[in-house]
């Protein structure tokens, strides 16, 4: 609508070009319900893609608490009071035995960020190890260990030299597949240790995500996190585990991300989600680990931990578990991804499935044995998906996969639709 193409204009002029919008022609969204999002006409939109609203949009019991709590109090964790004490229970609550200790924060990046300064304080040493093709964040340091080349192609250029990457160890297209990947990606790890330490330095950490949400969410060859984290501890490293899209509740079968590799990581990093797209993020970690950053001073974030963000994570907790939703992710998403995996058998563009919950990845590939990226064809299904009232965009280092991370209320009949759909692009074509 000409109104519609007015306001895009006015967005183009006033709000800065790097932070775009995947549509060059987008709906204009003015509501949302659950997995749905309405556009200005009223016309619903599946929205298939967005990582951060889990317990979909529009809730009203979260709206209702927000509300009541702004309207009582909010300020910062500088003062007392109970909402901050009894979120940080629960968060730790939630997470392995040990992993004791909650910073709150506002974001991904800066719950990234706070691990890395952790890992720098309590090891003494810099040098950290993040995986190739990962995404970690924007901010200075979060940015540094991510090497993902579809957000920043640039990112190999321009790595301070205490990041260390290391080849990402993708079982399906990476250097090393089948039964020998893991001795293949962890020998790499140790090649990139001795590196290190050949130039005199020590290990200070390693971040990963527990299943490659970048690379399109595809598991880590099994064992891995174990043999690299012993590595790592070996040296007096600290292990940290991004769990920012992968963790809670998610991949339906595991609440974390690191349960998938039989692993306890030293730091989680926690945000999305946890919010249900209001501003929050944690770091969860021991004692020792937490109390080490006394040595650079205190830490203070101006709203992190604020009331009103403790309220909006325990009402997210709340619901998640009144509404069973990692269950429903769990179920709705192995239906979801056995339809998927049927389109695979009719339709050779699809080379693979990965994932599991309600985070999976379809990648598209011209031929099955090459591999070979299908990017153009990824975004042109991409768009016919959208005509149809699917959202979806595409993901990996190639833009070749399918971002299928749906709020955890996704219905089995919404699933449906998402596959009817998919495989009428398929069938008539792009
Ligand atoms: N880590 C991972 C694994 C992420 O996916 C993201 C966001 N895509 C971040 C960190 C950064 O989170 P935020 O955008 O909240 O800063």
């Not at 901010?139 to 990402?168: I, Y």
């Not at 585990?241 to 998938?260: K, N, P, S, T």
């Amino acid at each position: 609508a000409p109104e519609s193409h007015a306001l895009l204009e006015r967005r183009k002029k006033s709000f800065a070009k790097p932070q775009k919008n995947y549509y060059a022609d987008p709906p204009q969204i003015e509501r949302g319900w659950r997995e749905h999002l309405f556009d200005v006409n009223g016309r619903a939109y599946l929205d298939m893609v967005n990582n951060v609203t889990i317990l979909g949009h529009g809730n009203p019991r979260l709206a209702e608490a927000v509300g009541r709590q702004w309207a009582m109090l909010n300020t910062n964790s500088r003062f007392h009071y109970a909402a901050v004490a009894e979120f940080s229970d629960r968060l730790a609550s939630l997470a392995p035995e040990g992993l004791d200790t909650v910073f709150l924060v506002n974001s991904g990046s800066e719950a990234v960020d706070l691990a890395l300064r952790l890992a720098w304080a309590h090891s003494g040493h810099r040098n950290i190890l993040s995986l190739l093709e990962a995404y970690h964040g924007w901010t200075v340091a979060s940015d540094a260990v991510s090497t993902s080349l579809a957000d920043n192609p640039r990112a190999l250029e321009t790595r301070p030299d205490w990041v260390h990457p290391v080849l990402s160890p993708n079982t399906y297209r990476g250097k090393h597949r089948g039964e020998d990947a893991t001795d293949g990606y962890v020998q790499a790890v140790i090649d990139k240790i001795a590196e290190i330490e050949n130039a005199g330095g020590q290990l200070g950490g390693f971040i990963a995500e527990s299943v490659y949400g970048n690379a399109g969410g595809i598991p880590l060859p099994p064992g891995y996190l174990q043999e690299v984290y012993k590595l790592v501890r070996e040296r007096g490293g600290l292990c940290i585990a991004d769990e920012v899209q992968v963790g809670y509740g998610r991949l339906g079968h595991h609440f974390w991300g690191f349960e998938q590799q039989g692993v306890v990581p030293d730091i989680i990093t926690v945000a999305k989600g946890m919010g249900n797209g209001h501003p929050l993020g944690a770091v969860i970690t021991r004692r020792e680990i937490a109390d080490s950053l006394e040595k650079e001073g205190y830490f203070f974030s101006s709203s992190g931990g604020s009331p009103v963000s403790c309220v909006v994570g325990m009402t997210v907790l709340d619901i998640m578990r009144d509404e069973k939703l990692q269950l429903n992710a769990r179920d709705t998403g192995d239906h979801l991804k056995a339809r998927l995996e049927a389109l695979g058998q009719r339709f050779p563009i699809v080379g693979a499935v990965h994932g599991m919950g309600l985070y999976l990845g379809l990648e598209f590939v011209r031929d099955r044995e090459t591999l070979e990226p299908a990017t153009e064809e990824t975004s042109a299904i991409c768009d016919r998906l959208l005509d149809l009232g699917v959202i979806m965009q595409p993901t990996g280092d190639h833009l070749n996969v399918l971002k299928i991370k749906p709020p955890l209320c996704l219905g089995k009949e919404s699933a449906d639709f998402f596959a009817d759909m998919l495989e009428k692009v398929l069938s008539d074509g792009w």
